[in-house]
C-alpha cells in the first residue's frame, strides 16, 4: 500500500514549499518532491545567488568611488572565486533554511523525480528505483527553465544560461547577453560592473520590454553610459564555438549583418515551463506552449490536479508563485474569503544597476484602456537622501486615472528601488487614490520621499521640483 | 446522488445556527426523522432531523461551530453503494458554491447583491450598517461609487471581511441598479441629510476604565431587532390607571381555593392581566393587527406575548389563544415557558409573532414605563406595580390598589382612539375581575 497525503506538491521551489507550508498550517498532511534541491531554482539558481552576486559588484562599484566619499586605496583587487564562493554560501544557507521549514511544518520531503500515474497517484523514481505515493490533491509546481533556440543552445562551456552564468570558472573578460529580461539585465549589469567587455543583443526596439518605455529609454541610456553595448531591434542569427570564445551573427532590422565575438555568451531569451515527463497527457492536462492552463484558482481541470507558479504561466516571478502556493492551499483546504490573483497586482523587480521595479499597467498600456490618465514624475536629483547617497540617477513615475484617483501603475529606476515599490503595491491592493497617498507623510530623508512627490507631481503639485 | 446536508433555518428570523452536538457521526446510516444534531439559535437549542435517508459521509462542521449561516452546508449525505468519490464530488461543488458566494461582484449583474433578499453573510453586513456601523470600503470604490451616483453602503463587499471594492461597485454600476434610491425609503439620501452614525463608544473611556463584554448572540439580536423596530415603527403610547382593589381580592379567594397536590395553582395578577387583555383584543380587534406594507393582518387569535428576563436577555414567548383559555391554564403555561425559556429549550414557533405583548416590571416597584414593541405585534402593554395610593371617590380621598399600564401603539395598525378603547375594555376586565366571564 502506498503512502497517501492530502497534498503532494510536485517541486520545492518558492511556489510549491509556500503551497506545502499554507497547506500543511491548515492541517493538511502534506509532501513535497523535489528531483534537486529544496528551494528550486529561486533559492539555488535565481533570485537568490545573483542578489548575492550583485552586492559584490555594488561594492566593487562603491570602491571606484571612494575618493568621493573621502577615502582612497590602491591596489584594488577582484577575488572572484571569493565572490562566486560567496554567492554559493548564500544559497546554500537558505535551501538549509527551507528544509527546516519542511520539518518545522512536519512536511515530508520526498528526494527524486515524480511522474503522474492517474488521478491523485504518482510514482517518485530516484537511483533508478520508483515508489508510489498517493494524494486527495497534487499540485504542480515544477517550474521552467531557460529557452533555447535550435541556433542557440547552450553548451554548459562558453554558451550559458543563468545556470553556468552563477558559477564560472573564471571570470571572462567579455560577454554577449542574448535578451534584455530581467535576466539578462541582470548578468549584464554584474559582468560589467566587475569589469567585463559587454554585449547585449535584443530583438525588440527597447531594452527591458516588459516595462514601461521611459524606464527602457533611461536604462538603454545609463547602460550605455556604463560602457555597456547594447543592440536593440537586432536578432542573432547564428551563434558559433571559435578559439577561447564565441562568435555571434548579428542582423539589424534594416537587414545590416555584423559579427561580435566575445568569450561567453549568456541565453536569457525567456523561459519554458517543465512539462515534460511529469505524465500530464495520459491524464489529460491542456498545456499551451509548454505552460499548463488553469483557471483562476490553479485548478488543471483535472479533479484534485492544481498547478502554480512559472509553470502556469507569467508574470514569472517567485513572489508571484508563493502567492498562488498560498491561494491553491487554502482553496484545497476550504478556506473561505480566497481571492484569485491579480497580476497587475504583482511588483517587478530587476536588480540591475542601477536598480528598476514596478507594478502595474506601463503609461502606453494605461493609455490604450482608453481612460484619461495623470502622469506624475520626480527624478532622483530632487531627493535630499539620494544626493547624500550619491546616487542620484533615477526617477519614479506614477500613472492615476484621472477620473477616479486609481493608482494604475507606477515605474522607478535608481537606488533601492526594488525595496519600495511595495508601497505602491500596498496602495493598490488597499485601492488608495492619489488622495490617500498624498496625506501620506513620508519620512525625511528617505527616498520614498520621492514616492510622495511622485504622487503630488501627478496633480502638478510637486514640492521640491 | 451525495446530498448537501444544509444549516436549517428553524425559525423565520434565524440567520445563523451553531451546531451544539452531533448525534451521528461519519458512517452512520440515518432514516428521515432520525435526529442529526442540536442546532443552538440566539434563543434556543433545537433538534435537527433527517429528511432522508442514506449515510453520513462527511460532517463538514464540527460540534461547536458557531456562526454557520442559513442554508450553507454541515454535511454530506450520501446514498447507499455511494463511497469517497462522491464526497469529494459534494466537496467540490460545495467548494464552487462557496467560491461563488464569496465573490458576488464576478457574478455578472447580480440584481439580488442590492436587492433587500441577500445570502446569510450579506444579510450581517446589511445589519450592521442599519445600526450605523461603519461602511468599509476602499477609498478607489468610495470615489467611484460618489461619481456614479451608488449608495455603497447598500453594497455588499467582496473584499477582505466584506470590505466594499471598486469590483463590487462597478459590477453595481454595470447591473444598473441605483441603490442609492432604492435604500432609502425614509428619504435619507446622499444628499447629505442622512443619520449620523454614533461614535464607537471606546473614544470616550480610556481602556482600563472598563471591562469588555463581547456580546452573544442574543445580546446581538435584541439590539438589532429593537434598533429596527424603535427606528422604523411610529411608536405612541397611552397610559391608563387601574383600580384592581377587585382583582387583588378575587386572586387572593381563588389562589385560598387551589387544590393541594395534583391540579394546584397559583394565580399572579400577571395572569389576569393577560386574559384580560385577551378579552379587550377580541372586543377591539384592530388592536389585534400586524402592519404590511400591502395589507393589515387581523389575526383571529389572542396570542400574547409574555417578556421573560433571562439572565443573558429576555425573550417573550407566547401565550397562543389565551382567549380561550382560563386563569389556572393561562398561569401554568406562562410558568412552563418562562422555565423553559430560561433553560433555553423553547421552540421558535413558541417565541415568534403572536399579536400582542405583556411586559410587567411591577415584581421592581416600577409604577410606569413605556416599552419597545416587537415586530409583528403592533402593540405591547407595559405594567407596573400594584400599589395603595390615595385617590379621589366622590370628593373624597380615599385608600384603593392602583396600577398603572402605557401601551406603546404602532400608529400605522392603531390609531389613538383606537388604542383608547382597548385600554378602556382592558380597564373594565381588571377593575371588574367577573365581566371576564360575561
Known sequence: MSETFDVIVIGGGPGGYVCAIRAAQLGLKTAVVERERIGGICLNWGCIPTKALLRSSEIWHLMHRLKEFGFSADNLRTDFGAVIARSRAVSERLSNGVQGLMKKNKITVIDGEAKLTGKGAIAVSKDGKSTDYTAKHIVLATGARART??????????????????VPKSFPKSVLVIGSGAIGIEFASFYRTLGAELTVVEVLDRILPAE?????????????????????????????????????????KDGKTETVTAERAILAVGIVGNVENLGLEALGVKIDKTHVVVNQWGETGVPGLWAIGDLVGPPWLAHKAMHEGVIVAERIAGVKGVHPLDTSKVPGCTYCWPQVASIGFTEAKAKATGRAIKVGKFPFVGNGKAIALGDVEGFIKTIFDAKTGELLGAHMVGAEVTELIQGYAIARTLEATEAELAATVFPHPTLSEMMHEAVLAADGRALHI | MSTQILMPALSPTMERGKIAKWHVKEGDSVKSGDILADIETDKATMEFEAVDEGRIGKILQPAGAEGIAVNAPIAVLLEEGEGKDDIAAAMQSIKDALSAEIKPAAAAPKKESVAATPAAAPQAQQAARENGARVFASPLAKRIAGQSGIDIAALTGSGPRGRIVKADVEAAVKSGVRPQAASAPG????????????????????????????????????????????????????????????????????????????????????????????????????????????????????????????????????????????????????????????????????????????????????????????????????????????????????????????????????????????????????????????
Request: with cysteine.
Open chain 1, 149 to 166: 533556440m535550435p541556433h542557440l543552445q547552450p553548451d554548459g562551456d562558453r554558451i550559458w544560461t543563468y545556470r553556468e552564468a552563477l
Open chain 2, 187 to 438: 428619504g435619507a439620501t446622499a444628499s447629505g441629510v442622512g443619520v449620523t452614525p454614533i461614535p464607537d463608544a471606546r473614544l470616550f473611556y480610556s481602556k482600563d476604565e472598563y471591562d469588555e463584554i463581547a456580546h452573544d448572540s442574543m445580546r446581538k439580536s435584541i439590539a438589532k431587532r429593537l434598533t429596527s423596530a424603535k427606528t422604523l415603527i411610529p411608536h405612541y403610547y397611552l397610559t391608563i390607571d387601574c383600580d384592581i382593589g377587585e382583582l387583588m381580592a378575587a386572586r387572593t379567594r381563588l389562589n385560598a381555593r387551589a387544590p393541594k397536590g395534583e391540579g394546584a395553582y397559583k394565580l399572579s395578577v400577571n395572569d389576569f392581566i393577560v386574559k384580560a387583555a385577551a378579552l379587550s383584543l377580541m372586543k377591539v380587534p384592530e388592536v389585534n393587527a400586524s402592519w404590511t406594507e400591502t395589507a393589515m393582518l387581523r389575526h383571529h387569535h389572542a396570542d400574547i406575548g409574555v417578556a421573560v428576563a433571562l439572565e443573558e436577555g429576555l425573550i417573550t414567548p407566547i401565550v397562543f389563544r389565551a382567549e380561550e383559555k382560563g386563569l389556572v391554564e393561562i398561569s401554568n403555561e406562562i410558568r412552563t415557558l418562562s422555565e423553559r425559556a430560561r433553560a433555553k429549550q423553547l421552540k421558535p414557533q413558541e417565541f415568534e409573532g403572536g399579536g400582542f405583548a405583556i411586559s410587567n416590571l411591577g415584581m421592581f416597584g416600577i409604577k410606569n414605563f413605556t416599552a419597545v414593541i416587537n415586530p409583528p405585534q403592533a402593540a405591547i402593554m407595559a405594567v407596573g406595580v400594584g400599589e395603595e395610593r390615595a385617590v379621589i371617590r366622590d370628593g373624597k380621598v380615599v385608600p384603593a390598589t392602583m396600577m398603572t399600564v402605557t401601551m406603546s401603539c404602532d400608529h400605522r395598525v392603531i390609531d389613538g382612539a383606537t388604542g383608547a378603547r382597548f385600554l378602556q375594555a382592558f380597564k373594565g376586565y381588571v377593575e371588574e375581575p367577573a365581566s371576564m366571564l360575561l
Open chain 1, 212 to 252: 514601461d518605455e521611459e524606464v527602457s529609454a533611461f536604462m538603454l541610456k545609463a547602460l550605455g553610459k556604463q560602457g555597456m553595448t547594447i543592440k536593440i531591434s537586432t536578432t542573432v542569427e547564428a551563434l558559433e564555438k571559435n578559439g577561447e570564445g564565441i562568435t555571434a551573427t548579428l542582423k539589424t
